[in-house]
């Protein structure tokens, strides 16, 4: 991988994390919306990608945890909806 493409990984899921935070926080979004989640997903799988590449693994950490808070969410909520 070189550094343009973890750069490209990076800036995308950061993009999504604040595209999800600020749709949210202007109510136009719930946290319950499987689009919310779904890009806190995206958004994370992005910042391990650029930050396992670069070595920092604290931030890594952190998106491994912010993809399985999502995950167990969606998964809740798809659960939910087909009910």
Known sequence: MTNLTADVFGWIGACALLVAYGRLSQGKMKADDRS???LNVIGAIGLIVNSTFYGA????AVNIIWIA???????????KRED
Request: zero cysteines.
């Open 36 to 38: 919310y989640q779904g």
């Open 57 to 60: 693994y604290p931030s890594t």
């Open 69 to 79: 808070i999502a995950g167990i969410t969606l998964a809740k909520i798809i659960r």
